[in-house]
């Protein structure tokens, strides 16, 4: 069983990025798809996008379009998340996922969230 | 597409059943339906696939159904440890989630 691992808290500045880190052990990332789901406090959760890395293909939500980009070491099995021109309505906990790459968005695990805060 | 879910909260006590809705506003094919669970502070769990088909490690209290735009969550005898919102999520189109249903035991 894949176990994610993903980076800690982070406090940025509006306008500036953040890049977030999601680690996986006991499995490897070419067996898996990685999605990306925030949540804001108190609200329900919000895909962002999937990276399927042994394609190297992303597909993200609409919304998120130009804003966010994801890379892959595969010599660590760690994906990086980064998302720019940040704003207070990015304040969130960003969770990833990984999927089966027979059922990409069938959730499961997920890594245990990072929080990001955008205050000035 | 739109997800609904109802009730918005479920109280209810040990040893009761729950069930939850999940409407969409569209025809969803059921293979691409799911629920997750999420306990507060804890990332959520996937529950339910398949609309059907339990997740590894989820007791057989939990069932789902549904078809098209209509899709139910069960749980049997409920304990306190399934105090959680659930959430389902539809994958037929880019994936969506539903607003979630808190359940309160």
């Known amino acids: 069983q894949v176990h994610l691992l993903q980076s800690g808290a982070e406090v940025k500045m509006p306008g500036s990025s953040v890049k977030v880190s999601c680690k996986a052990s006991?499995?490897?990332?070419?067996?898996?798809?990685i999605s990306w789901v925030r949540q804001a406090s108190g609200q329900g959760l919000e895909w962002m996008g999937t990276?399927?890395?042994?394609?190297?293909?992303?597909v993200y939500a609409q919304k998120f379009q130009g804003r966010v980009s994801t890379t892959a070491d595969t010599s660590t099995n760690t994906v990086f998340m980064e998302l720019v021109r940040l704003t207070s309505e990015d304040t969130a906990v960003y969770y990833c996922a990984t999927g089966p790459l027979v059922d990409i968005y069938r959730l499961d695990p997920w890594g245990q969230g990072t929080l990001v805060t955008v205050s000035s | 597409i739109v997800l609904t879910q109802s009730p918005g909260t479920l109280s209810l006590s040990p040893g009761e059943g729950a069930t939850l809705s999940c409407r969409a506003s569209?025809?969803?094919?059921?293979?691409?339906l799911a629920w997750y669970q999420q306990k507060p502070g804890q990332a959520p769990r996937l529950v339910m696939y398949?609309?059907?088909s339990r997740a590894t490690g989820i007791p057989d209290r939990f069932s789902g159904s549904g078809s098209g735009r209509d899709f139910t969550l069960s749980i049997r005898r409920l304990e306190s440890e399934d105090s959680a919102v659930y959430y389902c999520?539809?994958?037929?189109?880019?994936?969506?989630f539903g607003q979630g249903t808190k359940v309160e035991i």
């Open positions: 398949g609309a059907s």
């Open positions: 999520q539809q994958y037929g189109t880019l994936p969506t």
């Open positions: 006991g499995g490897s990332f070419s067996n898996y798809a």
């Open positions: 569209q025809s969803v094919n059921s293979e691409y």
């Open positions: 990276f399927t890395p042994i394609f190297g293909r992303w």
